[in-house]
Nanobody, 124 residues
Framework: QGQLVESGGGLVQAGGSLSVSCAAS????????MGWFRQAPGKEREFVAA????????YYGNSVKGRFTISRDYAKNTVYLQMNSLKPEDTAVYYC?????????????????WGQGTQVTVSS
């Protein structure tokens, strides 16, 4: 079984920065890409960013483009999301996901493994 474990969420003031990470193990090693999604209370799950394990190609959601950076450490099997210039509307549970299909996707249905999520709260 694959396993994804997120860490690093927390509380930060608007304008601040925060980094979350996702450690992958098990069958997630064979995944093509890793993604970050978020879900705020009462809202649908939203695509944040994705990255290919090999080559490191990236893809960002429009709401975070220019503020968030996704990266991966292939040796550590870990994906990171650096979040800068945070806004209160970035408040959500952030989920890490792994996709085995050979396509860098913003659709949650294209991802096969999911982490448990980590809370990010941005105060105004």
């Amino acid at each position: 079984q694959g396993q994804l474990v997120e860490s690093g969420g927390g509380l930060v003031q608007a304008g601040g920065s925060l980094s979350v990470s996702c450690a992958a193990s098990g069958r997630t090693f064979s995944s093509y890409a890793m993604g970050w999604f978020r879900q705020a209370p009462g809202k649908e799950r939203e695509f944040v960013a994705a990255i290919k394990w090999s080559g490191g190609g990236t893809y960002y959601g429009n709401s975070v483009k220019g503020r968030f950076t996704i990266s991966r450490d292939y040796a550590k099997n870990t994906v990171y999301l650096q979040m800068n210039s945070l806004k209160p509307e970035d408040t959500a549970v952030y989920y890490c996901a792994a996709a085995t299909r050979p396509r860098l996707s913003s659709s949650w249905s294209d991802y096969d493994y999911w982490g448990q999520g980590t809370q990010v709260t941005v105060s105004s």
